[in-house]
């Protein structure tokens, strides 16, 4: 009967220490663009409804990215993108779940620009793809600035492209990453 | 049973080091705005087979419409089926904002021309609570017919040349692939034929797409007349059409028994029967052209 009480006690605390927010940063207005150079038009589109969390002990980094939260130029453009393209009633967030592998690193105390490391999973129309790129976090203030490029191509993510326009859209999809993290307090965000 | 004790414990831990992420991305994810926005694309095109759906033209969009009929089914093998005849109406559309368009045709039937507004008040919303149920937009249109009097008749002024059209459109989109559209119509014709012809005749249009594929949809639109002089004398307009869309163009083929393409044609005054096959074959062939351009990029 004891040993069951400590047993339990033990699990609780686990739990309590995997819900401590304390080293967590985080952004719901976190920008990703995209932008491809084609022959016939480039095609850019921004999203400033990122929500993205990084655990700064474990270096975990997640992001929740709204589909339909991409503007773009043309409105038209921007409903072919989700009737046609990414597919967004479907699969209406794509998502990264990984972790900066050097976060130890990032000193919060000294006011500088680090080289990250990121590595992990990206999920766009429902696909699944590792990513594995390179990355920085400014520490500025109270503020954590993280930032990226990396390119992508829509077949990777089983986006097809029809043959009569497929000289419309260029092979491959050039990705801006651009967060600007607080520190996280509270329960939920 | 110390062992056990550290088993579980290591077990635990382990179950932390997994969970981290996915316990993250789950706060991430009931965090974001997914759930909330414009909801878009109710119909490929601003028309669903004759009539107009609640789709506007973006912003700076110039909409060029070539609507094409050919003569009836039923006029047999000498007539081609109907292929040796055509009715054509040519149109432009311009997006002055993304809710307001303005357009222009002209019709070869009756040597009609025709310019409209379109405004869209309210657009369908997804989110928790109170989010707007549907997509609102107002349409009005003025026709001309420029066909000359005969030369007998003088008594006739301009202002008997003309027929206004006032519609509310409403539609939802239920699921990706299922809109419907409901489209309360006044048509107000200044000058009729007989004195048994209403002036105002009111029908109310009930539209449907069903999305097959990404890229092709089923539309279907009945106009109902409830003017019941009107509903005696004429057919209700029933319309088939099947929509394509590549890139900037969509292309709509079409069955119907409406010879017209502006509301003053194939609202009030039809006469084909389905059942005779009295059915006009055609299309319409929409392609968007973007005049505001390459001036402003982020």
């Known amino acids: 009967m004891k040993s069951i009480t400590i047993l339990l006690l033990i699990s609780l605390l686990c739990l309590a220490e995997a819900m401590q927010a304390q080293d967590r940063y985080f952004t719901k207005t976190g920008h990703i663009g995209f932008f491809s150079e084609a022959p016939l038009e480039n095609i850019e589109a921004h999203n400033q409804q990122v929500v993205s969390i990084l655990d700064l002990k474990t270096g975990e980094l997640v992001f929740s990215v709204p589909m339909k939260q991409f503007q773009f130029r043309k409105s038209l453009m921007q409903t072919h993108f989700n009737e046609n393209y990414v597919e967004s009633d479907k699969y209406p967030k794509a998502s990264f779940k990984g972790k900066v592998t050097n976060i130890q690193d990032v000193d919060l105390k000294r006011e500088a620009v680090y080289k990250v490391n990121v590595k992990g999973v990206l999920t766009i129309h429902g696909q699944h793809k590792a990513i594995d790129t390179v990355g920085t976090l400014e520490v500025k203030g109270l503020q954590l600035l993280g930032k990226s490029k990396f390119s992508v191509t829509p077949q990777e993510f089983g986006i097809t492209i029809p043959r009569l326009v497929r000289n419309n859209i260029a092979k491959t999809i050039a990705i801006t990453v651009d967060m600007i993290y607080v520190p996280f307090t509270g329960k939920s965000l | 049973m110390i062992k056990n004790y550290l088993l579980i414990v290591l077990f635990n831990l382990l179950a932390i080091a997994a969970r981290g992420q996915d316990e993250l991305l789950k706060m991430a994810e009931a965090a974001d705005s997914t759930f909330t926005g414009k909801v878009s694309g109710t119909f490929k095109a601003t028309r669903l087979v004759n009539g107009h759906s609640v789709e506007t033209n973006g912003n700076g969009s110039l909409l060029f419409l070539i609507s094409h009929r050919f003569g009836t089914l039923n006029s ?41 507004l379109k405004y869209k008040l309210l657009q369908q919303q997804t989110g928790q609570g109170l989010a707007m149920p549907v997509t609102l937009t107002l349409f009005t249109s003025a026709a001309i017919r420029s066909l000359r009097w005969p030369p007998e008749e003088t008594s006739f002024d301009f202002k008997h040349r003309l027929t206004y059209t006032h519609q509310l459109l409403f539609a939802r989109k239920f699921t990706e692939r299922f809109s419907l ?10 000058l009729v034929e007989t004195s048994s012809d209403e002036n105002n005749v009111y029908a109310i249009g009930t539209s449907g797409r069903f999305k097959l594929t990404k890229r092709t949809s089923f539309n279907a639109e009945y106009y109902y007349l409830l003017s019941e002089a009107t509903r005696n004398n004429f057919r209700n307009a029933l319309s088939l059409g099947f929509d394509i869309e590549t890139g900037g163009h969509v292309f709509q083929l079409i069955f119907t028994n409406a010879q017209g393409m502006v509301e003053k044609f194939f609202i009030p005054q039809n006469t084909g029967y389905w059942s005779d096959g009295d059915i006009y074959f055609g299309f319409n062939i929409s392609r968007t052209f973007d005049l505001k351009g390459a001036e402003k990029s982020q």
């Open chain 2, 181 to 190: 559209q409901l489209s309360p119509t006044l048509v107000h014709r200044n």
């Open chain 2, 76 to 116: 047999g093998a000498y007539e081609f089926f109907g292929l040796d005849q055509a009715t054509i109406r040519l149109g432009l559309e311009y997006g002055i904002t993304d809710n307001l368009n303005i357009g222009a045709g002209r019709s070869s039937l009756e040597k009609t021309y025709d310019g409209f």
